[in-house]
């Protein structure tokens, strides 16, 4: 389980240090966990995915299917990251996969994070 809790070196009025809420780290979190592939992080073998996988499949909707499964599976270990919904488009060449995530952070914040995956690289596109 990924966690991200960053502390402050203030105190809440119980005793305990105050967490911030940390946007950038999550969305960061999601491309590094997409890159990463499951069994090699040291510590935790369960952290990142098999995407990579694939890419290199044919391009249908098996795939696509396939890939969605993958991505919301790989993104369950990110603790205070809910995804409401995957979709997945293939890049105009087909070499590639275009995932556009509609997740809730800190279950209160929506956004929708678009990555682009290749077999060379996983890259964040946008976060709206």
Known sequence: MIKLVRYTENLAPNGDFLTV????????AIVKTLSIPRG????????GSELYKYLFD??????IENIKA???YS????????????????????KGVIIEIDALLYQ?????VSIIA???YVSLLDVN
């Not at 809420?21 to 960061?28: F, L, S, V």
């Not at 209160?108 to 929708?112: A, D, G, M």
């Open 58 to 63: 044919l391009s249908d909707e098996m795939t």
């Open 21 to 28: 809420e940390d946007m950038d780290a999550i969305i960061d």
């Open 118 to 120: 290749t077999n060379e």
């Open 70 to 72: 993958e991505v919301e």
């Open 75 to 94: 993104l369950d270990q990110i603790e205070d990251l809910y995804i409401n919904a995957v979709n997945v488009l293939y890049t105009n060449d087909r």
């Open 40 to 47: 090699t992080y040291i510590g935790d073998p369960e952290v």
């Open 108 to 112: 209160k914040i929506s956004k929708r």
